[in-house]
């Protein structure tokens, strides 16, 4: 299943609803608070951390015939110790319009300090299909340092030397404290499927990240490894990404 992760941030001193910026990304359109639909039209998860909000609600015009789609499903909190408060749209994914513009807001309940919110909106095509084989987990680390609230793009270094050939990604965790969410980068493939982030390695994930849960994510020769984009709320240095792949030839 084809799909790509998009990210909306805003720190605010403002009570209330509060409508959030995407996060700049090189494959999407975006004016302002405005982040305009891509091909891949389904939203078929959502997560969000936030800081004192009590809710959060995605707006497009194609929603206006019933209503904005309301999420009261959110981590409280920016350091992402459980996924579990992932919302899965998989077998009920919400259908946007290709190209119409779709904004997030949050609703913050306390303003003594800045309040930072992260959303993070999974759009595809709803249909999983993952290869047949043996599946195996690697290590790499992420090369480099990241900047806080923007994509940063590494480079990975695996912690073995992969056997020749050719690998199909169907899983991904992303393991550092400042970690919000991760992407992969694969070559020839133009979408850019993500995953929240984890702050430790024994925190609670959710299985649909991993395995095949979402499908396939990439691949990659092993002379061509993938990069990552990282989202960090703090500059963070050579963090930790492990991939569930399948050796395809």
Do not use: C
């Not at 982030?197 to 020769?221: C, K, P, Y």
């Not at 709320?233 to 395809?248: G, H, L, Q, R, S």
């Amino acid at each position: 299943m084809p799909f790509t992760l998009v990210a909306f941030y805003r720190s605010t001193s403002t009570l209330g609803w509060n409508t959030l910026t995407p996060i700049h990304d090189p494959i999407m359109r975006i004016e302002g608070t405005r982040l305009y639909v891509p091909e891949l039209n389904k939203l078929i998860g959502v997560f969000i951390a936030a800081e004192y909000t009590s809710e959060a609600r995605i707006r497009a015009p194609s929603l206006l015939s019933v209503a904005p789609f309301y999420i009261n499903r959110l981590l409280s909190g920016i350091t992402i110790t459980n996924q579990l408060h992932y919302v899965d749209l998989l077998a009920n994914p919400k259908a946007f319009v290709p190209t119409e513009p779709l904004e997030v807001d949050a609703y913050v309940t306390d303003v003594t300090a800045a309040r930072n919110i992260y959303a993070l909106l999974l759009l595809g095509d709803a249909k999983v299909e993952k290869p047949a084989g043996e599946v195996w987990t690697i290590k790499a680390t992420a090369t480099g340092t990241t900047t806080a609230n923007v994509w940063t793009n590494l480079p990975l270094t695996f912690a073995e030397t992969l056997p020749a050939g050719k690998y199909v990604i169907i899983g991904m965790k992303a393991v550092h404290s400042n970690m919000i969410a991760a992407r992969l980068v694969s070559p020839k493939w133009p979408h850019r499927p993500g995953v929240p982030g984890i702050s430790a390695v024994t925190d609670i994930e959710n299985n649909i990240f991993r395995f095949g849960g979402l499908g396939v994510f990439g691949d990659f020769e092993h002379t061509t490894p993938p990069t990552v984009d990282l989202l960090t709320k703090a500059a963070t240095t050579n963090p930790i990404i492990y991939f569930d792949v399948v050796k395809v030839a």
